[in-house]
Structures are given as structure tokens and as C-alpha cells.
Nanobody
Framework: QVQLVESGGGLVQAGGSLRLSCAAS????????MGWFRQAPGKEREFVAG????????SYQDSVKGRFTISRDNAKNTVTLQMNSLKPEDTAVYYC?????????????????????WGQGTQVTVSS
């Protein structure tokens, strides 16, 4: 059974930092892109950051560029999202996702439909 389990969410003041982690089990994703999405109340799930299977290439939503950093450790089957300079508009449930169907994909998927596995989500709340 494949599972993605996120951790690290919480409540932080504006300008603060949080580090989200996602641990995968049940199969390896070392050949697959992984990403982070978020969903605020009443809004659609949106792409935040993605990372290529090798870790050499990353992609970010414009609003988080320069503040968030995605990384992965294929030996540990984990992906991390370091979030700095947090803003109230970053408040959302954050989801880890893995593209399990395409190995060594050159393009980082940016839509939810391109990802096959999802974590349960972790709440991030940024107070002003």
C-alpha cells in the first residue's frame, strides 16, 4: 500500500518559517516527479512547487518564488518544502503528491490530475 505522509504544519506569525516533510512508503519515487500543492477554504487546489526525479530541476508558483524551497532525498524517499517569509495568504492545507505513472519525466507536472498519489494534507496557518 502506497502512502504519503506529511508533517511539519502548524501556526506561525507572518514573516516566520515552517518546514514541511513528506515521507513515502510502499514504493520508491526516485524515478518520478514529486510536488506540493495547497488548498485554501473555498478555493481550488493549486500547485506550489515541484521537483524532477533527479532533484536537479525545480518549479514554483510565482507567489512563492524566492521564499519556498523544495528538495528531495531519494535514498530516504522523502520530499521537503522549506517555507520562509510566510504571509497570511499562504494559509492553506498543504498536500504532498507523487507522479507514479511516468518515470524520468523531463517536465515537472503542475496540475493535480498529473499526480497519482496524495498525502492526507497538513494545515499551515499564518497569522498577521
Amino acid at each position: 500500500q502506497v502512502q504519503l505522509v506529511e508533517s511539519g504544519g502548524g501556526l506561525v506569525q507572518a514573516g516566520g518559517s515552517l518546514r514541511l516533510s513528506c515521507a513515502a512508503s510502499g514504493r520508491t519515487f526516485s524515478r518520478n516527479a514529486m510536488g506540493w500543492f495547497r488548498q485554501a477554504p473555498g478555493k481550488e487546489r493549486e500547485f506550489v512547487a515541484g521537483i524532477k526525479w533527479s532533484g536537479a530541476t525545480t518549479s514554483y508558483q510565482d507567489s512563492v518564488k524566492g521564499r519556498f524551497t523544495i528538495s528531495r532525498d531519494n535514498a530516504k524517499n522523502t520530499v521537503t518544502l522549506q517555507m520562509n517569509s510566510l504571509k497570511p495568504e499562504d494559509t492553506a492545507v498543504y498536500y504532498c503528491a507523487a507522479d507514479g505513472s511516468s518515470n524520468y519525466k523531463q517536465r515537472i507536472p503542475t496540475t493535480p490530475s498529473e499526480y497519482d498519489y496524495w498525502g492526507q494534507g497538513t494545515q499551515v496557518t499564518v497569522s498577521s
